[in-house]
């Protein structure tokens, strides 16, 4: 069993790969690269997802180092797609999608679930990606150390 855990994990982690690089094809494809890269995208899907986060929050959520978020961070203010308050804690800066932002984010979420729908869905029945995404939430909820017995 150890061998096909280890096998499920290499394939995971390829097809994350695999789907960063989809999404920044998906974005070049549909011109929306010049507004802003694949690595803007994620912080600000991550600010969508977690309102009011601190930078720290999403550079750990990244994996890169604080000053990376900050340079992203900048660009994206610069933009009018965040603002940017201070946070509970005085020494944390908070950030929030705009309008702006958020039609963004939106907009560029319907392209690529689009494409992938396109992509996938004709390749699986309702029951394979119901049992999949069960499959995605109790490994998720294992990894970040949520009660899995309330998701299952």
Same mark, same amino acid.
């Given at each position: 069993? #150890? @061998?096909?855990?280890?096998?499920?994990?290499? +394939?995971? $982690? #390829?097809?994350?790969?695999?789907? @960063?690089?989809?999404?920044?094809?998906? +974005?070049? &494809? =549909?011109?929306?690269?010049?507004?802003?890269?694949?690595?803007?995208?994620?912080?600000?899907?991550?600010?969508?997802?977690?309102?009011?986060? =601190?930078?720290?929050?999403?550079?750990?959520? $990244?994996?890169?180092?604080? =000053?990376?978020?900050?340079?992203?961070? &900048?660009? %994206?203010?610069?933009?009018?797609?965040?603002?940017?308050?201070?946070?509970?804690?005085?020494?944390?800066?908070?950030? %929030?999608?705009?309008?702006?932002?958020?039609?963004?984010?939106?907009? =560029?979420?319907?392209?690529?679930?689009?494409?992938? &729908?396109?992509?996938?869905?004709? @390749?699986?029945?309702? @029951? #394979?990606?119901?049992?999949?995404?069960? $499959?995605?939430?109790?490994? &998720?909820?294992?990894?970040?150390?949520?009660?899995?017995?309330?998701?299952?």
């Amino acid at each position: 069993m #150890e @061998h096909e855990l280890k096998k499920a994990f290499n +394939l995971f $982690q #390829e097809s994350i790969i695999n789907i @960063h690089s989809e999404v920044g094809k998906i +974005l070049n &494809n =549909t011109g929306l690269d010049e507004v802003i890269s694949k690595e803007q995208y994620q912080t600000l899907k991550i600010i969508k997802d977690f309102p009011k986060c =601190t930078y720290g929050f999403i550079a750990t959520k $990244q994996g890169v180092f604080k =000053t990376a978020i900050s340079n992203r961070i &900048n660009k %994206l203010k610069n933009l009018e797609l965040i603002s940017i308050e201070q946070g509970e804690d005085k020494r944390e800066k908070s950030v %929030l999608l705009t309008e702006k932002g958020m039609k963004l984010v939106i907009r =560029t979420e319907d392209i690529i679930y689009e494409t992938f &729908n396109r992509k996938l869905s004709s @390749h699986f029945s309702d @029951h #394979e990606i119901i049992t999949f995404v069960k $499959q995605l939430e109790k490994a &998720n909820n294992l990894i970040t150390g949520k009660d899995v017995a309330k998701h299952v």
